[in-house]
């Protein structure tokens, strides 16, 4: 026996229990607010921050400043305390800049492989973020806020979109695992979005996910009578409990992982790939191989229907307090050629044109260093950065924002890291003002109160 209080509840939560059903029932058929310009997205997350006066953004006045003490009286506003604690003298790019393709587009020999694709790239030199702090900056670049806890860009676009082959996940993180980046899964986790939209994680080795392959001892006839008994014995459980949307994740990924095993193998084996792809991604150079693999895996994923993939190099690489010229010839040595054939290939087998690639860090760099520092290196900087996009509906070859004459700040054109998530959004054909979740008692959105589109891009 129950009381009339016990009763009204428990009436009531199976109502709202069969309305959140039909929600999320209905959230499954979710699609675009807009005609698409892309259907799927490569995000190239430069972690450390790269220097955008060393690669997209060429100022010949700190050739003239160079060695040269400054006074920062003005600027000394900064959420880096110790930035101006002791002199600071300026530093001049120690790579050259050269015009490249028809739009003329200015690149350092840093990145000549790229720079071969200057008329794909859609520039962007005005992008500013909250925070100099890496963890709190990568937070923002993945998920657009600086605190953890909320869903990361891919898990927003698969929510918003749902998948495009049942047999794959919708959003692959491959993460470099040398240094991960900063909380890891946080980063590509899907926060108070149902758990279904979390970023998988991918490897670049032999053993992309790991675990997937059934002990080669064990019967097929004994997997799929386990598989049965476990979505049984999940079922039953759940329909004392149709509230829990970890279980319903817990259940769709065991399910997911079944398709897998056999869809992952194919999808993924690089030994079908001729030569000279092989070659173009830089697999047969150890220096290129991790990141070229990862590319080359991002393009056979997204060519077997992966909504979102998300390529990071490791941890604070770019980040060259000590020696821009030896850090950035470094990670430029890694990454450049590989992402080169990543937009080779795509436009070669037509891809392209329905796939946005994304290129940024979490910040900029200063174009200055410690006057008492033997190599000169550069600093963190939120006031300026320069990223690109290609693909997916951009104005191939165009060029936004300005920086003052030294590149230590926006000055013209000024985006937001809210501002390009929308922008990307948009090209997948989602209104971040509509993509919302309600939690804690009110709309979320990636881009929280709104971003503006980069319209100078499309």
């Known amino acids: 026996m129950i009381n009339r209080r016990q009763f009204a509840y428990q009436g009531a939560f199976g109502v709202s229990s069969a309305a959140l059903g039909h929600l999320l029932a209905a959230e499954q058929g979710r699609g675009p607010h807009h005609q698409a310009k892309a259907d799927a997205c490569i995000f190239l997350g430069m972690l450390g921050g790269v220097s955008q006066v060393d690669t997209f953004d060429p100022k010949p006045k700190l050739r003239d400043l160079d060695g040269k003490i400054m006074d920062w009286s003005k600027e000394k506003k900064t959420d880096q305390p110790n930035l101006f604690a002791r002199p600071r003298r300026f530093v001049a790019s120690p790579f050259s800049f050269q015009h490249h393709g028809q739009s003329g587009r200015e690149i350092s020999n840093l990145l000549p492989e790229t720079a071969r694709h200057a008329d794909k790239l859609a520039v962007v030199r005005s992008v500013q973020s909250d925070s100099g702090n890496h963890p709190a900056a990568v937070f923002q670049m993945n998920t657009g806020f600086i605190i953890p806890g909320n869903p990361s860009v891919g898990s927003w676009v698969t929510y918003g979109l749902g998948s495009r082959n049942k047999n794959l996940p919708s959003f692959v993180a491959m993460p470099d695992f040398r240094s991960i980046p900063f909380s890891g899964a946080q980063q590509w986790g899907s926060g108070y979005l149902p758990a279904e939209y979390q970023g998988m994680v991918m490897r670049s080795g032999s053993e992309p996910v790991r675990d997937l392959a059934s002990p080669p001892t064990v019967p097929s006839s004994l997997l799929h009578a386990e598989k049965d008994l476990l979505r049984s014995l999940n079922h039953s459980y759940q329909l004392q409990r149709p509230d829990n949307a970890d279980l319903q994740a817990r259940i769709e990924s065991y399910e997911l992982a079944y398709r897998m095993q056999t869809e992952v193998p194919k999808v993924l084996s690089i030994d079908t790939e001729p030569d000279t792809v092989k070659q173009a991604y830089g697999l047969n150079d150890p220096i290129t191989a991790s990141f070229g693999r990862r590319c080359l895996m991002a393009r056979k994923l997204i060519e077997a229907g992966v909504r979102f993939v998300e390529i990071f190099t490791p941890s604070q690489s770019w980040d060259a307090h000590g020696d821009i ?90 985006y937001h890291m809210h501002d390009v998530h929308a922008t990307i959004l948009h090209l997948m054909g989602l209104n971040d003002l509509r993509l919302t979740y309600y939690f804690a008692g009110r709309n979320r959105r990636l881009t929280d109160l709104g971003g503006r589109l980069i319209r100078e891009v499309l």
């Not at 590989?338 to 290129?359: E, K, M, S, Y």
Request: with cysteine; glycine share 12%.
């Open 325 to 414: 010229l030896k850090n950035h010839e470094k990670n430029a040595r890694e990454t450049d050629k590989p992402i080169a054939a990543l937009l080779a290939d795509l436009d070669q087998r037509g891809l392209l044109h329905r796939t946005l690639v994304v290129w940024m860090g979490e910040f900029g760099r200063t174009p200055d260093t410690p006057a008492d520092q033997a190599t000169p290196g550069r600093d963190h900087n939120t006031r300026c950065q320069s990223m690109w996009f290609a693909g997916g509906g951009v104005k191939a070859g165009s060029l936004v924002g300005m920086t003052d004459d030294i590149g230590h700040k926006a000055v013209e054109n000024i």
